[in-house]
């Protein structure tokens, strides 16, 4: 699972290297998320799912998951350490969590130039 996954360049990376695992693409964006939709245009990514909700009112079964992925979205969440926490949650023993923060507030106006 990507969590605040944005526009979808790693769940749909991640779709398509792990062809039979299910990705789920959550954003609570919906415009993030139909820019997200759009990209998979012309590729085969059947096994992609996108959830459009605030990461903390996402219900996944306690141990489900054998991996999420969050770039750049910690520092987004209000509660962020109660975020940490329901994704460990979700994640089934020995599952992997592959977290990039820079954490701080980041000014992507600058990404840009």
């Known amino acids: 699972m990507a969590v605040g996954a ?8 991640l779709a398509q ?3 039979t695992c299910q990705v789920i693409h959550l954003d609570e964006n919906a415009e993030m998320n139909r820019l ?7 590729r085969h990514v059947p096994n992609l799912r996108f959830v459009t909700t605030e990461v903390e009112a996402a219900r996944f079964q306690a141990n489900s998951l ?10 987004a969440f209000p509660q962020p350490k109660d975020v ?5 949650n979700w994640l089934e023993p020995g599952g992997y969590l592959f977290a990039c923060n820079a954490g701080r507030m980041l000014n992507l106006i600058n990404w840009i130039w």
């Open 6 to 13: 944005g526009t979808g360049n790693f769940s749909i990376k």
């Open 17 to 19: 290297s792990f062809p």
């Open 36 to 42: 997200a939709e759009r990209k998979t245009c012309g």
């Open 66 to 75: 054998a991996a999420i992925i969050t770039v750049h979205a910690l520092y």
């Open 84 to 88: 940490i926490a329901q994704m460990f």
